[in-house]
């Protein structure tokens, strides 16, 4: 429709019908207005997958790499085809809107949700953003980019209040976030956080710059549960408050409206805004377009599948290779695989962003499929990782009803009286049915016990919980609800754990209990911990393993719930012995490759004395598939690292996550990441923008214009040759610097980049544009972007410390 139909269509609507039409539905439906042919819109979490509107593990989601791997693509090609993949999801689930990307910056090595971001540096987190958005928002589905603005890290989320002066708001974090709305996106999420004195859904920032200067014309929806009050937060820029049905506007917005404390023309703003976000995916008028759109979709699930596969491989970084990778298969006769991780790896982080997803690829499966009748390949577990014990699972327990893999979930009155009965296949339910008289969920399972031994049970909920193991009740009692954070009210209530000791081959019969009660959730979580092997024993299976292989492949990674929404990082080590283990296996067999599965930076100490080192990040469903392929030479590793890994946490120049009187102060400035690291004059174990490939390159000549005006974008132009035996990719990367401005500059920083490939001894050029933007910084006196006169420096090269070639351009400063 017209801007002028949607106004028309406006007017026909009273005040009530307005107001109602500014909170949410459900948890993830907006209201619907059958007055004027506006439908409901659904919206679901999407940065690794798209859930849709509840949390079922029998309707499973296509499993993405995580956008931490994204960032790592240096691709924005295949960046738009994952997005593409995304609204193709969105489609078949009836989703009108995926909220992703998150546009959030690696401010810290520490940050909870470093997995869920793109990087470190606000070009590269821009680019990649805008192609993920561009590839959603192509199918009809709207993209959101969150969350609006300094939300880098999640210690006291709700409530922090972010001090970031004015000029490192706009150069860093507001960058990414001004690159989406010139990109076209539909919506923008508020954060939880506040910025200099005022949280971000009543912020002015939602008016200025993002909906006056940058003209952003779509809607700003909150996260969830974000608005907290009435008149500041109605009275600002923010639109839709989710979720609903309950919230802080509604009848008190209507009565502050009627009363003068909201102006209507605030409320009809919101309104059209609202509309126009309907009419663009299909919820408003003829439902045609949206069926068309659905029609449409092009990927099948084999062509899916086969585009997670490349980006695994795409998204992996070698971080070294002393001659070991890529493996001969023809030459391999035994493969040690090593590890926890290679059984169940970590495929996507914790928190809202989570999906279920099915038809996963192990490493060890992925390796077992390269290898079949080739050679062989062992398997040693290691020691156990520590941590909590894992939700129930089909490939350990069954339902006590039927024998199927999975659990028995029930629904009961408080009289005991039977309202639902299902079978599920985990022991981890989010939202159990709801239903009129519901008073508790049970969920029973059949645990069998390999090897006599102390197992671990426990339940995880809030309210009155029980859990019984055999009819003994191990866990009893009332378990108050501490916190206002929905991830962990949701999605990661605590458990309470208790020990029984169980004979081999036993069937246990566990009994979980949890009654509902208001404002505590539904989520019931029953996990299960077997007695583990002697650790030493473990360790020397592992290296004996290695001893007796032609090569070790050594998986480790973090644990369950280190990685997550919710709370911040304190230690970068692989838990429990992985780093012994490492060190071990590497002595007794100098092919040793390490796979790092992680979502961010991670201490390794051993890196040096590893023959190769990978690194997968949470790779999603594929991850065995792609990691086979790049061990094996089937793929190139093409990940360039997105974010600076430091030896350790102590080197790392910005470490702060934990507030001060409910304050964060940015005191770093402009300085983060590989800026940070600069200026401090630190060497990290792996610089930002690292990556090796299976071939080598040499960078032979640089050319750029002698002069720029200000206000004007220029073209670098590089050639390099390909000066090793294979075809490849290299990312070719371009960094300003400035050493005589007026103004604190960083010691360098990303301008652009591009990627070539090329055969075996081709010599190739590459062309990266340079924004007008790049040679500007913020005037905070003048209140806009100013260009400085005079010369910057032109690096260019593999990574931000790896720059071969240099080259002056000097510009007018004329202009912005």
């Not at 050594?554 to 230690?571: L, N």
């Given at each position: 429709?017209?801007h002028?139909?949607?106004?028309?269509l406006?007017?026909?609507?009273?005040l009530?019908?307005?107001?109602?039409l500014?909170t949410?539905?459900?948890?993830w439906r907006?209201?619907a207005?059958p007055?004027?042919?506006l439908?409901?819109?659904?919206?679901s979490d999407?940065p690794?997958g798209?859930?849709?509107?509840?949390?079922d593990e029998l309707?499973?989601?296509?499993?993405?790499?995580?956008?931490s791997?994204l960032?790592?693509l240096w691709?924005?090609q295949?960046t738009?085809q994952?997005?593409?993949l995304?609204?193709?999801e969105?489609?078949?689930?009836?989703v009108?809107?995926v909220l992703a990307?998150?546009?959030n910056?690696?401010?810290?090595?520490l940050?909870?949700?470093h997995?869920?971001?793109l990087a470190?540096?606000?070009?590269?987190a821009?680019?990649?953003?805008?192609a993920?958005?561009?590839g959603?928002q192509?199918?009809?589905?709207?993209?959101?980019?969150?969350?609006?603005v300094a939300n880098?890290?999640?210690?006291e989320?709700?409530?922090?209040d972010?001090?970031?002066?004015?000029?490192?708001l706009r150069?860093?974090y507001?960058a990414p976030f001004?690159?989406?709305?010139r990109?076209?996106?539909w919506?923008v999420?508020s954060?939880y956080?506040?910025?200099?004195?005022?949280?971000?859904?009543?912020n002015?920032?939602?008016?200025?710059?993002?909906k006056?200067?940058w003209?952003?014309?779509?809607a700003?929806v909150s996260?969830?549960g974000a608005?907290?009050?009435?008149?500041?937060?109605a009275g600002?820029?923010?639109?839709?408050?989710m979720?609903?049905?309950?919230g802080?506007?509604?009848?008190a917005l209507?009565?502050?409206v009627?009363?003068?404390?909201?102006?209507?023309a605030?409320i009809d703003?919101k309104v059209?805004r609202l509309?126009?976000?309907?009419d663009?995916?299909?919820?408003l008028g003829s439902?045609r377009r949206?069926?068309?759109r659905?029609s449409q979709?092009?990927?099948?699930?084999a062509a899916?599948?086969?585009?997670?596969?490349?980006a695994?491989a795409?998204?992996t970084?070698?971080?070294?290779n002393e001659?070991?990778?890529?493996l001969?298969?023809a030459a391999?006769?035994?493969?040690?695989?090593?590890?926890?991780?290679?059984?169940?790896p970590r495929?996507?982080g914790g928190?809202s962003a989570?999906?279920f997803?099915s038809?996963i690829v192990?490493?060890?499966?992925g390796?077992?499929a390269r290898?079949?009748?080739?050679g062989?390949?062992?398997y040693?577990?290691g020691p156990d990782l520590?941590?909590?014990?894992?939700?129930l699972d089909p490939a350990?327990?069954?339902n006590?009803?039927t024998?199927?893999p999975?659990?028995?979930?029930?629904v009961?009155t408080?009289t005991?009286?039977e309202?639902?009965r299902e079978?599920?296949?985990w022991g981890?339910?989010?939202?159990p049915?709801?239903?009129?008289?519901?008073?508790?969920?049970?969920?029973?399972?059949?645990?069998?016990?390999?090897?006599e031994?102390?197992?671990?049970?426990?339940?995880?909920g809030f309210g009155?919980?029980?859990l019984a193991?055999?009819?003994e009740l191990l866990?009893?009692?009332?378990f108050?609800?501490?916190?206002?954070?929905?991830?962990?009210?949701h999605?990661?209530?605590?458990?309470q754990?208790?020990?029984?000791?169980l004979?081999a081959g036993h069937?246990?019969?566990?009994?979980?209990?949890?009654?509902?009660?208001p404002?505590?959730?539904?989520?019931?979580?029953?996990?299960?911990a077997?007695?583990?092997p002697?650790p030493d024993?473990a360790l020397s299976?592992a290296?004996e393993?290695?001893?007796?292989a032609?090569?070790?492949v050594?998986?480790?990674?973090?644990?369950e719930g280190?990685?997550?929404e919710g709370?911040?990082?304190?230690?970068?080590?692989?838990?429990?012995?992985q780093?012994e283990?490492v060190?071990?296996?590497?002595?007794?067999?100098?092919?040793?490759?390490?796979?790092?599965?992680a979502?961010g930076?991670?201490?390794l100490p051993?890196?040096?004395r590893?023959?190769a080192?990978?690194?997968t990040w949470?790779p999603?469903q594929?991850?065995?598939?792609?990691?086979?392929?790049?061990?094996?030479?089937?793929?190139?590793?093409?990940g360039?690292l997105?974010?600076t890994w430091?030896a350790?946490?102590?080197?790392?120049?910005?470490?702060?996550?934990?507030p001060?009187d409910?304050?964060l102060r940015?005191a770093?400035?402009l300085h983060?990441?590989?800026r940070a690291w600069?200026?401090?004059?630190r060497?990290?174990?792996?610089?930002f923008?690292?990556?090796l490939?299976?071939?080598t390159w040499?960078?032979?000549?640089?050319?750029?214009?002698g002069t720029?005006?200000?206000g004007?974008?220029?073209?670098?132009e590089?050639?390099l040759?390909?000066?090793?035996t294979r075809?490849?990719?290299?990312v070719v990367?371009?960094y300003?610097?400035?050493?005589?401005?007026?103004v604190?500059?960083?010691v360098?920083r990303l301008?652009?980049?591009t990627?070539?490939?090329a055969e075996?001894?081709?010599c190739?050029t590459a062309?990266v544009?340079?924004a007008?933007?790049?040679l500007?910084?913020w005037?905070?006196?003048?209140g806009?972007w100013?260009?400085?006169?005079?010369?910057w420096?032109?690096?260019?090269?593999?990574?931000?410390?790896?720059?071969?070639l240099?080259?002056l351009?000097?510009?007018s400063?004329?202009?912005?």
């Amino acid at each position: 429709m017209t801007h002028d139909e949607l106004v028309k269509l406006l007017g026909t609507l009273d005040l009530t019908q307005k107001v109602g039409l500014l909170t949410g539905a459900t948890a993830w439906r907006t209201r619907a207005e059958p007055a004027v042919g506006l439908r409901e819109m659904v919206f679901s979490d999407g940065p690794a997958g798209v859930r849709g509107e509840a949390w079922d593990e029998l309707r499973p989601s296509l499993l993405l790499p995580s956008p931490s791997a994204l960032g790592s693509l240096w691709d924005e090609q295949l960046t738009f085809q994952l997005g593409e993949l995304l609204a193709f999801e969105a489609l078949d689930k009836g989703v009108h809107v995926v909220l992703a990307p998150t546009l959030n910056l690696h401010r810290t090595p520490l940050g909870g949700r470093h997995f869920e971001c793109l990087a470190e540096d606000p070009e590269l987190a821009a680019s990649t953003g805008v192609a993920l958005i561009r590839g959603i928002q192509a199918h009809g589905v709207a993209a959101s980019a969150k969350h609006y603005v300094a939300n880098d890290s999640e210690t006291e989320r709700l409530t922090v209040d972010v001090r970031v002066d004015e000029r490192t708001l706009r150069e860093v974090y507001l960058a990414p976030f001004e690159a989406a709305v010139r990109a076209g996106v539909w919506l923008v999420m508020s954060a939880y956080n506040g910025v200099n004195g005022t949280t971000m859904t009543a912020n002015e920032l939602l008016a200025e710059p993002l909906k006056g200067e940058w003209g952003f014309d779509g809607a700003v929806v909150s996260d969830w549960g974000a608005v907290r009050t009435t008149v500041e937060s109605a009275g600002a820029a923010q639109d839709l408050a989710m979720p609903g049905p309950e919230g802080a506007w509604g009848a008190a917005l209507l009565r502050q409206v009627r009363g003068g404390g909201v102006p209507e023309a605030a409320i009809d703003d919101k309104v059209l805004r609202l509309l126009t976000l309907a009419d663009r995916v299909g919820a408003l008028g003829s439902a045609r377009r949206r069926s068309q759109r659905r029609s449409q979709r092009s990927l099948t699930g084999a062509a899916a599948r086969r585009l997670l596969r490349e980006a695994v491989a795409a998204s992996t970084v070698l971080l070294r290779n002393e001659d070991v990778l890529p493996l001969d298969v023809a030459a391999c006769r035994s493969v040690a695989v090593i590890g926890r991780h290679a059984v169940t790896p970590r495929l996507q982080g914790g928190g809202s962003a989570g999906v279920f997803s099915s038809g996963i690829v192990t490493p060890l499966d992925g390796i077992r499929a390269r290898m079949r009748g080739r050679g062989q390949v062992l398997y040693a577990p290691g020691p156990d990782l520590g941590g909590q014990p894992l939700p129930l699972d089909p490939a350990r327990c069954q339902n006590p009803d039927t024998g199927e893999p999975g659990v028995l979930l029930r629904v009961l009155t408080a009289t005991g009286r039977e309202l639902c009965r299902e079978h599920r296949l985990w022991g981890r339910q989010l939202e159990p049915p709801a239903m009129a008289g519901a008073h508790t969920v049970e969920i029973s399972a059949l645990v069998r016990s390999a090897d006599e031994g102390k197992w671990t049970f426990g339940i995880g909920g809030f309210g009155r919980m029980s859990l019984a193991v055999d009819g003994e009740l191990l866990v009893e009692g009332e378990f108050a609800r501490e916190t206002e954070d929905p991830a962990v009210t949701h999605l990661d209530p605590p458990r309470q754990h208790a020990s029984v000791w169980l004979p081999a081959g036993h069937a246990a019969h566990v009994v979980a209990r949890r009654e509902l009660a208001p404002d505590t959730g539904r989520a019931v979580v029953v996990t299960a911990a077997a007695p583990e092997p002697d650790p030493d024993q473990a360790l020397s299976e592992a290296v004996e393993a290695a001893r007796d292989a032609d090569v070790a492949v050594v998986v480790v990674g973090t644990t369950e719930g280190s990685e997550s929404e919710g709370h911040d990082r304190t230690s970068l080590a692989l838990p429990g012995r992985q780093d012994e283990l490492v060190a071990a296996v590497a002595a007794a067999n100098p092919r040793t490759i390490v796979v790092v599965n992680a979502g961010g930076p991670m201490e390794l100490p051993w890196r040096e004395r590893a023959g190769a080192v990978l690194l997968t990040w949470f790779p999603g469903q594929e991850a065995g598939a792609g990691l086979a392929d790049v061990l094996f030479g089937e793929a190139e590793p093409g990940g360039r690292l997105p974010t600076t890994w430091g030896a350790a946490l102590a080197d790392a120049p910005v470490r702060e996550t934990r507030p001060c009187d409910g304050t964060l102060r940015y005191a770093e400035g402009l300085h983060i990441g590989y800026r940070a690291w600069l200026r401090e004059g630190r060497e990290p174990a792996y610089w930002f923008g690292h990556g090796l490939g299976y071939t080598t390159w040499s960078y032979e000549h640089l050319r750029v214009p002698g002069t720029v005006a200000g206000g004007e974008h220029f073209a670098v132009e590089v050639q390099l040759r390909n000066t090793g035996t294979r075809p490849g990719r290299e990312v070719v990367q371009v960094y300003l610097a400035r050493s005589d401005s007026a103004v604190e500059r960083p010691v360098r920083r990303l301008a652009g980049y591009t990627a070539v490939r090329a055969e075996p001894g081709e010599c190739v050029t590459a062309s990266v544009g340079v924004a007008a933007r790049m040679l500007s910084h913020w005037d905070t006196d003048e209140g806009g972007w100013r260009s400085e006169p005079g010369d910057w420096r032109v690096l260019v090269g593999r990574s931000a410390a790896d720059l071969p070639l240099a080259a002056l351009v000097r510009s007018s400063g004329d202009g912005q």
